[in-house]
């Protein structure tokens, strides 16, 4: 959704409240791309706090399909975000605005999805369980081990060790 700032600039307008949402489906990071299941409508709040700065607030949350880390079986994940930006239009603040990148201005249009994308972004838990105590997937075969065993060897020794165990194997003969 793009909301044109210009009546905002020009100051016929001091302030700005608008009921929006994500028009995106997905929520695609460059490394995963996630289905949103649900995305409720929010309030951003654009005021007029200088000549040519605007300062923009909203809060929200997203539902995320994200994978659990150690399963894969699908975990609906909610995200909650909120933005507090200030935005300089002023010439002066180019240098300023080089350092801090806002790709979500285009001209003089504000685009929600690129402004929330971020906060969500930051926001996204670091681990996503189903459940605390999920056992995972069976290295050897795959299998889902919350489901139930599969019952392949798992037992993984380093290599470097197997000496150890070589020596150990000795003692319990004799």
Do not use: W
């Amino acid at each position: 959704m793009l909301i044109d700032l210009r009546e905002l600039l020009s100051g016929s307008q001091d302030e700005r409240i608008e009921k929006v949402s994500i028009e995106s489906e997905s929520f695609d990071t460059g490394i995963a791309k996630y289905s949103i299941l649900e995305k409720p409508e929010f309030e951003l709040s654009i005021t007029r706090i200088g000549k040519n700065k605007l300062e923009i607030k909203a809060e929200s949350f997203v539902i995320l399909d994200i994978p659990c880390d150690r399963c894969l079986e699908s975990v609906p994940t909610k995200v909650e975000y909120s933005v507090d930006e200030i935005v300089d239009f002023s010439d002066n603040a180019a240098g300023e605005e080089a350092k801090e990148e806002k790709d979500y201005i285009g001209g003089y249009e504000l685009d929600v999805d690129r402004l929330v994308f971020g906060e969500i972004l930051i926001s996204m838990p670091g681990k996503t369980l189903c459940t605390p105590d999920c056992k995972g997937l069976c290295s050897i075969c795959g299998h889902n081990l919350n489901v139930s065993e599969c019952g392949c060897d798992r037992e993984s020794l380093d290599p470097r060790m197997s000496v150890f165990k070589d020596i150990l194997k000795n003692f319990k003969e004799v």
